[in-house]
Each structure stands twice: as structure tokens, then as C-alpha cells.
């Protein structure tokens, strides 16, 4: 992975995403020169450094867009605030989730990131699922297709936001003829920090939600839905997938096997490679606990032990082989007590090859192949793809 800040694991984890997503490298280095001689020194003041930067860089782009809008040049306009909307979310990753900007500036993202959909008419469709007395944020992106096709439902992991997996990720299942319903469960994205949805160990149950949904969509084959998941969704959906029985196939966008000892050892201090820069307060906020203890015994119950015999459709389980934050033995432990799975695959990424880091953040546009390819393969579609 290219670690542009190699004492700070976190910035540099978020970083090399990014470049993906904005598809430049100039633009957001602006923000990340500013900072890079704080990554190795007090958290307080390099986080604090890092939002200002995103902010300034996200707002001068978002200028500049509004330019472009007046001008007349609508498209022109939503490039930049798709990359805009993603400097507003980078910029709220590291703030405390009780600091009122955090909120402020998550608001910001999301709405921007919208216009830019809106404006170049991407075939998407904002859409809150009711779950528990709030929702889950929604965005459904559709294929081009006549007949009802395939859908994917995809959810986060510990600390993604659903606006991380499109275009980059959505865009291979659309071009191969499929749906993507992205989800912000509850514990992550606008579940969590607009409706207060908390996660729990038993997913089935949001994701019986979702499928709910997905079903009343006359442009979707209803025997054809599956579902993925990244990082910390490498437990929810094979979690989900044990119970919910609607679902045709799986994927383990990066496999975790048991949460408890990841975050036992984030409690402990002894955590090699921390995505964000507190664990234990995040998953404090995540699983809705106001102790650290409350949270590891969430923690704990997040276990495939036993579980994942109950898989009874296909599942793909893709892993780094440098993960640094979850050991590949996660993905392997997981793929062999699969056995009931009338079809797995285990998919290990190699240095050599690539997307050998964590969720294969050095290289995301490998696993939207992979992933997609699966899909489409389970679902019997035209490997070749769509017009």
C-alpha cells in the first residue's frame, strides 16, 4: 500500500481509498501536505490539523463548482462536487463523534455528493428503509436493464459510509447487469449518525429490512438478491446471510471471523493497525454503549463461531494477505467451516498482485472486479456485460 503517512496507519488507510475515488492525486495531496508532519505527533492536534485542511480543500472545490454551475457547465460542475463531497467525509472521519462538527460537516458531504448525482442524472435513487423507529440511508443504483434484474445489497463496516462504494464499486455490477442497494446499516453511516441506529451482533434483522424493500421493486429479479459486506461487514453479512434464507449468494468483502479479540486488543492499547484513531470510543458509539466494557461484550458476540455452518448459498470470501487489521486465518477459518455453502470460493490477495492491504484499499478497483464477476457468475448473467 502506498503509505503516504507511514507513522500513522489510520491517515494513511484513508488516503489510499481516496485517490481511487477522486481519481486524481495532486488535488488531495493539497490537503495532505499540510499535515503530514503532525501524522506521527499528538492525535488531538493532528486530527484537529487534518479536518481543517480536508475542510479548506473540500470548500475550495465546492467553490469552484458553483463556478462551473453558474457558467452553465452542470457536468463540470459535478465532478468536482463528487470529489468535494468526499473531501467533506474524509474531513469528518477523525473528529470525536460528539463534536457538533463532525455532524456539520458529515451533512455537508452527503448533501454535495448527492447534487453531483443529481446533476449528471446517474441512474440513483435515494431511499431511507424504516427500521426501529428511524432508517437506514439508502442509495439504489440501477443497471441498465429492461428486465428485472439481479440486486446486490451492500452494508458498511465498523467506520464506511455507503458514498466510499459508488461509483468505484457500484458501477462493475451495474455494467454486468446488475442492481446495487447500498446500505448504511445501523452502527454506520447515516443510520447511525442521523437516526441513532446502533449496531448489534444479530444483522439478519436490518438486512430482513432491506430485502423487504428490495422486494417490492418490480425491476428486480426477486430470486436473484445477494449481499456483501467490508471489514467489520465481513461478519454482518455472512452473519446475515446464516439466517436470512431469501438471500442467493455472499459476499465477505473482507472476512472477520470474531470482533472480540480485534477489539479486546484496541482496549488493551496493543492494536497493531487502528483504522481510526480511537477504536474503543468509536465502537463505544457504534454499539451504542456508554462503557468500554458494554462495548466488548457487544464486541464478543460478533463471532462466525457457529454460525457460519448455517450458510446455505454461495459465498465468496476475499482477503489481503497483508491485512494488518484483521489475520488472513479470519478468512480461511471462515471458508472452511462453510461447508454447507453449495458453492465457496476463497479469494486471498497477493502482494504480487495487489489488494493485499485491508478491504484492498491499495488497490479497490481489483475487488470490484472480483465481486462482480462472482455475482454475475451466481446469478447466471452474460460475463461480457450490458450495453
Known amino acids: 500500500m502506498f503509505e503516504y503517512f507511514p507513522d500513522n496507519y489510520a491517515w494513511s488507510l484513508t488516503t489510499a481509498p481516496l485517490f481511487d475515488e477522486v481519481g486524481t492525486i495532486s488535488e488531495p495531496e493539497e490537503a495532505l501536505r499540510e499535515v503530514r508532519h503532525l501524522a506521527g505527533g499528538d492525535k488531538t492536534a493532528a486530527n484537529e490539523a487534518w479536518h481543517e485542511s480536508f475542510m479548506k480543500l473540500a470548500e475550495k472545490v ?3 463548482g458553483n463556478e462551473d454551475l453558474n457558467e452553465g457547465h452542470p457536468l463540470t460542475a459535478a465532478r468536482k462536487f463528487h470529489r468535494a463531497g468526499l473531501y467533506f467525509l474524509r474531513a469528518e472521519r477523525f ?8 455532524l456539520r460537516t458529515y451533512l455537508r458531504g452527503i448533501k454535495i455528493f448527492r447534487m453531483a448525482r443529481e446533476l449528471t442524472r446517474e441512474p440513483v435513487e435515494y431511499i431511507d428503509v424504516p427500521y426501529k423507529g428511524g432508517a437506514i440511508p439508502c442509495m439504489f443504483v440501477k443497471s441498465n436493464v429492461k428486465d428485472p434484474a439481479p440486486t446486490m445489497i451492500h452494508i458498511q463496516g465498523f467506520d464506511s459510509v455507503k458514498e466510499f462504494q459508488h461509483p468505484l464499486i457500484s458501477e462493475e455490477y451495474r455494467k454486468r447487469g446488475m442492481h446495487m442497494l447500498i446500505a448504511d446499516q445501523p452502527g454506520a453511516g447515516g443510520a447511525l449518525r442521523l437516526h441513532n441506529l446502533a449496531t448489534d451482533h444479530e444483522t439478519e434483522h436490518c438486512v430482513k429490512a432491506l430485502v423487504d424493500y428490495v422486494e417490492t421493486r418490480k425491476d428486480v429479479d426477486t430470486e436473484k438478491i445477494g449481499l456483501s459486506g467490508n471489514s467489520l461487514g465481513g461478519y454482518y453479512a455472512p452473519r446475515a446471510a446464516a439466517f436470512e434464507k431469501r438471500l442467493k449468494c455472499c459476499i ?24 481510526v484513531t480511537d477504536v474503543v470510543s468509536h465502537g463505544m458509539w457504534v454499539t451504542g454503549q456508554n462503557t468500554p466494557e458494554d462495548a466488548l461484550k457487544v464486541a464478543k458476540k460478533m463471532t462466525l463461531k457457529g454460525i457460519v455452518q448455517k450458510i446455505t448459498c454461495p459465498i465468496l470470501i476475499a482477503h489481503g494477505e497483508n491485512d494488518r487489521q484483521v489475520p488472513v486465518s479470519d478468512a480461511e477459518r471462515t471458508y472452511e467451516e462453510a461447508i454447507n455453502s453449495p458453492q465457496r470460493k476463497l479469494k486471498i490477495f497477493t502482494l504480487e498482485e495487489g489488494g493485499a492491504e485491508h478491504c484492498q484499499v491499495d488497490n479497490r478497483q481489483l475487488i470490484g472486479d472480483v465481486m462482480s464477476d462472482w455475482a454475475a457468475e451466481i446469478f447466471g448473467l452474460d460475463p461480457a456485460g450490458i450495453n
Open 62 to 64: 465546492e467553490r469552484l
Open 95 to 102: 473528529l470525536h463523534h460528539n463534536d457538533a462538527r463532525k
Open 252 to 275: 465477505a468483502w473482507g472476512a472477520l471471523y470474531d470482533f472480540g479479540p480485534i477489539f479486546e486488543s484496541a482496549a488493551n492499547k496493543v492494536l497493531a493497525a487502528p483504522s
